[in-house]
Protein backbone atom coordinates (compact mmCIF):
# COMPACT_ATOMS: atom_id res chain seq x y z
CA UNK A 1 0.00 0.00 0.00
CA UNK A 2 1.05 3.76 -0.29
CA UNK A 3 1.63 5.67 2.64
CA UNK A 4 1.03 9.28 2.75
CA UNK A 5 3.13 10.65 5.36
CA UNK A 6 1.69 14.91 5.71
CA UNK A 7 3.03 17.82 7.63
CA UNK A 8 2.45 19.03 9.95
CA UNK A 9 -0.59 17.51 11.67
CA UNK A 10 -1.37 21.36 12.79
CA UNK A 11 -0.51 24.30 12.29
CA UNK A 12 -1.75 28.11 13.26
CA UNK A 13 -0.84 31.13 11.16
CA UNK A 14 -1.98 35.20 10.99
CA UNK A 15 -3.80 36.36 8.49
CA UNK A 16 -1.94 37.24 5.23
CA UNK A 17 0.66 34.64 5.91
CA UNK A 18 2.01 31.73 3.11
CA UNK A 19 0.98 28.53 4.49
CA UNK A 20 2.25 25.21 3.04
CA UNK A 21 1.24 21.21 3.84
CA UNK A 22 3.38 18.92 2.54
CA UNK A 23 2.63 15.20 2.03
CA UNK A 24 5.56 12.51 0.83
CA UNK A 25 4.28 9.51 -1.24
CA UNK A 26 5.91 6.00 0.07
CA UNK A 27 5.78 5.55 -4.20
CA UNK A 28 5.74 6.36 -7.46
CA UNK A 29 2.14 8.07 -7.20
CA UNK A 30 3.16 10.34 -10.31
CA UNK A 31 0.86 13.85 -10.27
CA UNK A 32 -2.21 11.51 -8.64
CA UNK A 33 -2.86 13.42 -6.32
CA UNK A 34 -5.79 15.47 -4.54
CA UNK A 35 -6.19 18.32 -1.80
CA UNK A 36 -9.16 18.28 0.23
CA UNK A 37 -10.32 20.98 2.24
CA UNK A 38 -12.89 20.03 5.10
CA UNK A 39 -14.41 22.24 7.90
CA UNK A 40 -16.65 21.38 10.91
CA UNK A 41 -19.45 19.29 10.22
CA UNK A 42 -19.09 19.63 6.35
CA UNK A 43 -17.77 17.07 3.86
CA UNK A 44 -14.70 17.45 2.27
CA UNK A 45 -14.16 19.84 -0.70
CA UNK A 46 -11.56 19.19 -3.85
CA UNK A 47 -9.41 22.32 -3.64
CA UNK A 48 -6.42 20.69 -5.69
CA UNK A 49 -6.38 17.67 -8.27
CA UNK A 50 -3.77 16.15 -10.16
CA UNK A 51 -1.14 17.74 -7.37
CA UNK A 52 -1.23 21.08 -9.12
CA UNK A 53 -4.63 21.75 -10.83
CA UNK A 54 -7.00 24.31 -9.40
CA UNK A 55 -10.56 23.11 -8.88
CA UNK A 56 -13.67 24.51 -10.28
CA UNK A 57 -14.23 27.39 -7.54
CA UNK A 58 -11.25 27.68 -5.70
CA UNK A 59 -9.96 30.86 -4.86
CA UNK A 60 -6.09 31.18 -6.53
CA UNK A 61 -4.44 31.98 -3.67
CA UNK A 62 -4.63 28.39 -3.28
CA UNK A 63 -1.61 26.22 -5.53
CA UNK A 64 -0.49 22.96 -5.61
CA UNK A 65 3.14 21.42 -6.37
CA UNK A 66 5.19 18.71 -6.34
CA UNK A 67 9.20 17.93 -6.09
CA UNK A 68 9.70 14.65 -6.28
CA UNK A 69 7.61 12.53 -3.88
CA UNK A 70 6.75 15.38 -1.85
CA UNK A 71 3.49 17.18 -2.52
CA UNK A 72 2.64 20.30 -1.23
CA UNK A 73 -0.86 23.12 -1.04
CA UNK A 74 0.08 26.30 -0.79
CA UNK A 75 -1.94 29.25 0.61
CA UNK A 76 -0.15 32.19 -0.73
CA UNK A 77 -2.16 34.85 1.65
CA UNK A 78 -4.27 33.31 4.67
CA UNK A 79 -7.50 33.84 5.09
CA UNK A 80 -9.91 33.64 7.75
CA UNK A 81 -11.97 31.21 5.47
CA UNK A 82 -9.25 29.14 4.95
CA UNK A 83 -9.73 27.94 8.66
CA UNK A 84 -10.38 24.13 7.80
CA UNK A 85 -8.64 20.51 8.09
CA UNK A 86 -7.33 19.69 4.86
CA UNK A 87 -6.29 16.34 3.87
CA UNK A 88 -4.13 15.12 0.61
CA UNK A 89 -5.58 11.61 -1.04
CA UNK A 90 -3.40 9.46 -3.82
CA UNK A 91 -5.38 8.13 -6.54
CA UNK A 92 -3.10 6.60 -7.90
CA UNK A 93 -3.63 2.96 -6.81
CA UNK A 94 -5.97 0.92 -4.76
CA UNK A 95 -6.05 1.33 -1.66
CA UNK A 96 -6.53 5.03 -2.04
CA UNK A 97 -4.97 6.39 0.60
CA UNK A 98 -4.96 9.75 2.45
CA UNK A 99 -2.39 11.45 4.71
CA UNK A 100 -3.12 11.75 8.28
CA UNK A 101 -4.41 15.51 8.14
CA UNK A 102 -3.45 19.25 8.81
CA UNK A 103 -5.60 21.06 11.14
CA UNK A 104 -4.94 24.73 10.36
CA UNK A 105 -6.06 27.51 12.87
CA UNK A 106 -6.02 31.29 12.45
CA UNK A 107 -3.69 33.16 15.30
CA UNK B 1 -27.39 19.51 -10.27
CA UNK B 2 -25.43 16.62 -9.05
CA UNK B 3 -26.62 15.40 -5.87
CA UNK B 4 -25.31 12.52 -3.32
CA UNK B 5 -27.56 11.40 -0.51
CA UNK B 6 -26.82 8.90 1.94
CA UNK B 7 -28.92 7.45 4.58
CA UNK B 8 -29.43 4.48 6.64
CA UNK B 9 -27.08 5.53 9.48
CA UNK B 10 -27.80 4.69 13.19
CA UNK B 11 -26.57 3.18 16.30
CA UNK B 12 -26.05 -0.70 16.08
CA UNK B 13 -24.41 -3.18 18.21
CA UNK B 14 -21.35 -5.12 17.65
CA UNK B 15 -21.93 -7.46 15.25
CA UNK B 16 -24.65 -6.07 13.53
CA UNK B 17 -25.81 -5.34 10.59
CA UNK B 18 -26.46 -2.30 8.62
CA UNK B 19 -26.93 -0.79 5.02
CA UNK B 20 -26.05 2.37 3.90
CA UNK B 21 -27.23 4.34 0.60
CA UNK B 22 -26.32 6.47 -1.21
CA UNK B 23 -28.74 8.06 -3.72
CA UNK B 24 -26.97 9.56 -7.15
CA UNK B 25 -29.17 12.14 -9.66
CA UNK B 26 -28.15 14.79 -12.00
CA UNK B 27 -25.45 12.78 -13.61
CA UNK B 28 -25.06 9.47 -15.36
CA UNK B 29 -24.74 6.66 -12.69
CA UNK B 30 -22.79 4.25 -15.11
CA UNK B 31 -20.01 6.23 -16.26
CA UNK B 32 -18.55 6.67 -12.70
CA UNK B 33 -16.28 5.03 -10.32
CA UNK B 34 -18.07 5.05 -6.88
CA UNK B 35 -16.29 5.02 -3.29
CA UNK B 36 -17.02 4.91 0.53
CA UNK B 37 -15.04 7.03 2.30
CA UNK B 38 -15.42 6.98 6.41
CA UNK B 39 -14.06 9.52 8.80
CA UNK B 40 -13.92 8.25 12.51
CA UNK B 41 -14.72 10.91 15.34
CA UNK B 42 -11.98 13.34 15.27
CA UNK B 43 -10.03 11.15 12.75
CA UNK B 44 -8.52 11.40 9.02
CA UNK B 45 -10.13 9.98 6.12
CA UNK B 46 -9.94 6.60 5.33
CA UNK B 47 -11.04 5.04 2.06
CA UNK B 48 -12.86 1.65 2.63
CA UNK B 49 -14.55 0.67 -0.80
CA UNK B 50 -14.75 1.23 -4.77
CA UNK B 51 -17.02 0.57 -7.39
CA UNK B 52 -15.77 0.94 -10.83
CA UNK B 53 -18.07 2.32 -13.29
CA UNK B 54 -19.85 0.03 -16.16
CA UNK B 55 -17.30 -0.42 -18.75
CA UNK B 56 -15.34 -2.38 -15.55
CA UNK B 57 -18.00 -4.05 -15.06
CA UNK B 58 -18.53 -2.63 -11.95
CA UNK B 59 -15.70 -4.49 -10.31
CA UNK B 60 -15.47 -3.96 -6.41
CA UNK B 61 -12.26 -2.94 -4.19
CA UNK B 62 -12.02 -2.72 -0.58
CA UNK B 63 -9.26 -1.81 2.08
CA UNK B 64 -8.00 -4.91 4.80
CA UNK B 65 -9.92 -3.02 7.26
CA UNK B 66 -13.38 -3.93 5.63
CA UNK B 67 -12.83 -6.99 3.42
CA UNK B 68 -14.53 -10.10 4.02
CA UNK B 69 -17.21 -7.69 6.30
CA UNK B 70 -18.37 -4.98 3.60
CA UNK B 71 -20.17 -5.21 0.01
CA UNK B 72 -20.45 -2.43 -1.85
CA UNK B 73 -22.84 -2.64 -4.96
CA UNK B 74 -25.19 -0.88 -7.32
CA UNK B 75 -28.54 -0.55 -8.22
CA UNK B 76 -28.16 0.97 -11.88
CA UNK B 77 -31.96 1.09 -12.37
CA UNK B 78 -32.57 3.98 -9.21
CA UNK B 79 -29.19 5.40 -9.22
CA UNK B 80 -28.14 4.20 -5.57
CA UNK B 81 -24.73 2.72 -4.14
CA UNK B 82 -25.05 0.22 -1.17
CA UNK B 83 -22.33 -0.58 1.64
CA UNK B 84 -23.71 -3.54 2.97
CA UNK B 85 -22.11 -3.62 6.55
CA UNK B 86 -21.80 -6.73 8.41
CA UNK B 87 -20.14 -8.12 11.31
CA UNK B 88 -19.47 -4.67 12.94
CA UNK B 89 -17.01 -3.61 15.51
CA UNK B 90 -17.09 -0.61 17.63
CA UNK B 91 -13.91 0.51 15.60
CA UNK B 92 -16.46 0.81 12.28
CA UNK B 93 -18.22 4.16 13.93
CA UNK B 94 -17.21 6.96 11.71
CA UNK B 95 -19.48 9.31 9.28
CA UNK B 96 -19.84 7.33 6.13
CA UNK B 97 -19.04 9.16 2.78
CA UNK B 98 -20.17 8.63 -0.93
CA UNK B 99 -18.26 10.11 -3.35
CA UNK B 100 -18.13 10.42 -7.18
CA UNK B 101 -14.61 9.49 -8.01
CA UNK B 102 -14.26 11.89 -11.41
CA UNK B 103 -10.55 13.43 -11.94
CA UNK B 104 -10.80 15.16 -8.56
CA UNK B 105 -13.45 13.77 -6.47
CA UNK B 106 -15.95 16.81 -7.20
CA UNK B 107 -19.24 15.67 -5.24
CA UNK B 108 -19.43 14.32 -1.99
CA UNK B 109 -22.50 13.29 0.08
CA UNK B 110 -23.93 15.15 3.57
CA UNK B 111 -22.37 12.17 5.15
CA UNK B 112 -24.19 9.24 7.34
CA UNK B 113 -23.36 8.74 11.11
CA UNK B 114 -22.95 4.75 11.86
CA UNK B 115 -22.11 4.19 15.73
CA UNK B 116 -21.30 0.84 17.12
CA UNK B 117 -22.06 0.31 20.46
CA UNK B 118 -23.33 -1.44 23.09
Known amino acids: DIQMTQSPSSMSASLGDRVTITCQAS??????LIWFQQKPGKSPRPMIY???NLANGVPSRFSGSRSGSDYSLTISSLESEDMADYHC?????????FGSGTKLEIK | EVKLVEYGGGLVQPGASLRLSCEAS????????MEWIRQAPGKGLEWIAA??????????VYSASVKDRFTISRDTYKSILYLQMNTLKPEDTAIYYC?????????WGQGVMVTVSS
Open chain 2, 99 to 107: ARASDYFDY
Open chain 2, 26 to 33: GFTFSDFY
Open chain 2, 51 to 60: SRNKANDYST
Open chain 1, 27 to 32: QDIGNN
Open chain 1, 50 to 52: YAT
Open chain 1, 89 to 97: LQYKQYPLT
